[in-house]
């Protein structure tokens, strides 16, 4: 049997393809038709510039589906259930997993995941029906009550903006920059607001962007960071320039955090005032939906975030999607005519 698979081709191009469709493979797995499934910040660049990803590749890591079919050891989800899919394939079980590093699972080659070119291939979450080979540990059931596509990025960003601040903000560091670009700025944002932040603070060259950051409470500026800005305890750098991150330096309390979810290419810093200065850095994969996803449920629950404020495309998954993508502006999310 095939199924329809989403596919980036080459830059600027993606098309449907028809593909095989996925069989269960064991006792611990599921088969889950997305319903609902967004882009990326790097899909966004993946489509629109020059990328180390080798196409072409099924695309697509944020997604919420509906559990078709489970093998017998699974014990979390049964048919019929909605569930936010995790983007990256963790076993739950290996030590790593266990530490709440589930984007660095043992039992996978490093960067397994789904929508991404690796030494293993799941698909993407615009495929008709995915695979999932730990369905205990990389399917959480979503929380009634609310429209199911809220919370199509719990894969990724959604529950990157909460685990990006959260920690920090518990420990004091509140008064907040964000360098934006696309959509994980801005989830960090809502976040930041959510859990309190002192001060909020959003640069970003995109007219847009800047808008719904100051709908969501940041006193929003174009960049590049300023000298009159700051000081600031936490830098959330989601803007891929390293020119802006070499500056924020100057607009920081002494040892304080800044964290990257954004760079592809090299990064140079200026050592001397790092060091004058002391700031912690931080970049790394987000083991997204393990350790922070029911926190990040809460807060979309409570309507503390209300990720549709976010998005800038709502479309049908039967619409014209390849070309859709290529022309989206910063998150877009379809929607199957199902749900
Ligand atoms: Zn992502
Ligand atoms: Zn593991």
Redesign the pocket.
Known sequence: MTMQSLWFVRQGHLEWRDVAAPRLGGDLEALVQPIAAST????RLIISQPSPFKDPFAIG??GVGRVLEVGEGVRTVTPGDLVAIS?HISCGQCDRCRRGLLAHCRQTAPGTCY?LPGRESWGGLFDDVVRVPFADAMLHRLPGGVDPVAFVAT???LT?GYATVAPHIKAGRDRILVLGWGI?GLYVVAFARALGARSLTYVDDDTANRETATELGATAFPGPPDRGMGPFDLVVDASADPKWLRGVMRLIEPESMVECVAHLGDVTLPGWQWYGTGATLHCGLCSCTGPHVHETFKAVGSGAVVPSKLWSERVAWDQDLPAAMVAHRRQLVAVRSET
Request: some cysteine; hydrophobic content about 25%; aromatic content about 8%.
């Open positions: 990326c910040d790097i899909d890591h944020n983007w929508g894969s990724d960003n990157l994980n």
